[in-house]
Every structure is written in C-alpha cells, then in structure tokens.
C-alpha cells in the first residue's frame, strides 16, 4: 500500500491511498500529517511525510473532484468489515 501526501488548491493537504484509491485524509495542515505519520511510530515514516510535504506535490484535477465527493461523504471511504488489511489479519471497524 502506498501513501501519497499532495497539496490541495486551498493550500492543505491530502493523503492519497494506492489500496483505497481514494483520498483517506483531506483538508488537513501539515502539523496533522506530520501528528498522522508520528502515531506510526517509526521515525522513518516522519521523515517520509516531511520530505513528501516539502515537495508540495499537487493534488491532480481529479484528485480535486475526489476530495469534493469525500467532503460531500462526510469521511474518508471505508474497507468492508471481511476483508483483512496486511499480515497481521487486522480487520476495520464498520460504523
């Protein structure tokens, strides 16, 4: 699974996921995604976020519709609750 962090039109960020295909973060400063990387616990994935947010990649035009259809949701899409995330057999809560 890779995590891509892009800069939005109204200058935060987004955190774009490859297994999702979809945005799990948007609107968020970059104390969030550096908060967001830290809980990881790894240095080495701060230091991927903080070079990732020095990039200022921007978000593509459709990123952007993506985000508007994520506000409109409400949160960031969800994995079905069968369906196991990595080795450790973790499985998401539904709401």
Do not use: C, F, H
Not at 12 to 25: E, N, T
Not at 31 to 40: G, Q
Not at 53 to 72: C, F, H, L, N, Y
């Amino acid at each position: 699974m890779a995590w891509r962090i892009e800069k939005q039109s109204n200058g935060k960020y987004a955190i774009w996921s490859s297994r999702a295909k979809d945005y799990v973060v948007i609107d968020a400063d970059a104390e969030r995604i550096e908060a967001i990387y830290a809980d990881k616990g790894a240095k080495v994935y701060l230091a991927s976020a903080r070079a990732q947010i020095a990039k200022e990649m921007s978000v593509p035009e459709d990123g952007e519709a993506r985000i508007a259809a994520s506000r409109a949701r409400g949160g960031p899409p969800r994995d079905p609750p069968d369906e196991k995330i990595g080795a450790t057999g973790y499985t998401l809560e539904s709401e």
